[in-house]
């Protein structure tokens, strides 16, 4: 008997030996894909809260992409590709997720989190943003808009938590696993068979069609929180520090929030009901627009991103126009205008009253006359400023 416990003791070992053998080669190997996707370049910067990693893609007017549980800024990769010509896309990393830093005793509450979003824009030297939240993400960019408005240039919110449903029911079991001591097991047995990722019992009620998710990109979401037992712990930390108390604490800051608000609701969300979406586009006067997406689920930015995709760009077009619009009718802009208009058609009269002889002389045959560079210059000063 004793033999044969000896023995069942050793296979297991060996075991477990294999299987983090296993695990620890595929994220390797992901790492090295990864770094190899050279549209997609990771950056980092330095805060109060930690190392913050991020990907950026893009010019203009910033947006910001927050990502909720499990996942990192890989989830918004589609908008980033997308949406690149009309806004500089930056997707951060959470607080104990992705490739973001953090000290052991650092705090990852979502309150934390939405604060750690400030400290990166500060960083970056980023005065505002169009905020843009998905699941546990969406409620960290609530109070994100609610403590810093100021921040706030637009704010898009997807299927997240809200109010008092945080964390929702269907997602306790996972909860109750983690703080039982099974988060270890079930994030590598996630990476080792990703069907067990895509089950009903794990990730596939978030997604319309799990078995359409790639391998790639469950161990771009995973891989991260297996690379050391730190990381690891720390991610428990953030599921340990669920509660809605965040949420409550700033419904009074949210009725009064007026930056311009898009709010996107998928209709078959098993964690989070419509009545949330239609809760929020009631609660925020700011809301210009409220849109369901039929059998949508929560991570309908990832499957269904050209749809998504077509909302925020009209959201953001008119929050461009509305911005053009007051600019141009600001008094001390027009008046600046005019003036600068009065000088160049000035210019243009001096030009058109020079004498042709001197005035007409050409260095070469391809460079223009002295009068000629004088009407061109006076005219771009004009037109480009003609706002009329």
């Known amino acids: 008997m004793i033999r044969e416990c000896q023995r069942v003791a050793r296979d297991c070992a060996l075991g477990i030996v294999v299987v983090a053998t296993m695990i620890l080669g595929i994220c390797r190997v992901f790492e090295r894909t990864a770094q190899a996707e050279t549209w997609m370049v990771r950056h980092s910067v330095d805060t109060l809260s930690g190392r913050i990693s991020y990907l950026e893609q893009g010019k203009g007017p910033v947006a910001l992409f927050v990502h909720g549980v499990l996942l990192n800024g890989y989830l918004w990769r589609h908008q980033l590709a997308d949406l690149s010509d009309v806004r500089r896309c930056i997707a951060v990393d959470l607080l104990a997720h992705g490739d973001t830093e953090i000290a052991p005793n650092q705090d990852v509450s979502v309150t934390i989190n939405a604060k750690m979003l400030k400290e990166f824009l500060d960083a970056l030297k980023i005065d505002?943003?169009?905020?843009?939240?998905?699941?546990?993400?969406?409620g960290i960019a609530q109070i994100f808009a609610a403590l810093y408005p100021e921040r706030v240039r637009s704010l898009t919110l997807t299927d997240g938590d809200t109010h008092?449903?945080?964390?929702?029911?269907?997602f306790k079991p996972f909860l109750a696993m983690a703080a039982a001591g099974?988060?270890?097991?079930?994030?590598?047995?996630?990476i080792a068979d990703k069907n067990v990722y895509r089950s009903p019992q794990a990730l596939g009620p978030a997604y319309e069609h799990p078995e359409l998710v790639s391998d790639d990109?469950?161990?771009h979401y995973l891989c991260p929180l297996v690379r050391n037992e730190q990381r690891t712990h720390d991610f428990q930390?953030?599921?340990?520090?669920f509660d809605n108390n965040h949420t409550l604490a700033i419904e009074d800051r949210l009725k009064t929030l007026k930056a311009s608000t898009l709010i996107v609701w998928g209709t078959d969300d098993v964690y989070f009901d419509v009545?949330?979406?239609?809760?929020?586009?009631e609660i925020i006067p700011g809301t210009r627009k409220y849109v369901e997406l039929k059998g949508a689920r929560i991570f309908f930015p990832e499957e269904r991103w050209q749809e998504f995709d077509k909302e925020l760009r009209q959201f953001w077009e008119s929050i461009d126009e509305a911005a053009n619009a007051k600019l141009t009718t600001v008094p001390e802009f027009a008046a600046v205008v005019g003036q600068w208009n009065e000088i160049g058609r000035k210019l243009i009269a001096i030009a058109e009253d020079l004498p042709?002889?001197?005035?007409?002389?050409?260095?070469?045959?391809?460079?223009?006359?002295?009068i000629q560079q004088v009407v061109h210059a006076a005219g771009s000063m004009y037109y480009f400023t003609d706002v009329a």
């Open 128 to 138: 505002q943003v169009d905020l843009v939240g998905n699941d546990s993400g969406g």
């Open 237 to 241: 930390r953030f599921l340990a520090a």
């Open 164 to 170: 008092d449903n945080w964390p929702p029911e269907a």
């Open 275 to 281: 009545k949330w979406g239609r809760w929020l586009s």
């Open 217 to 219: 990109t469950i161990e």
């Open 356 to 370: 042709e002889k001197k005035s007409e002389y050409k260095p070469n045959a391809r460079s223009r006359s002295f």
């Open 182 to 190: 099974g988060l270890p097991g079930t994030l590598k047995a996630m």
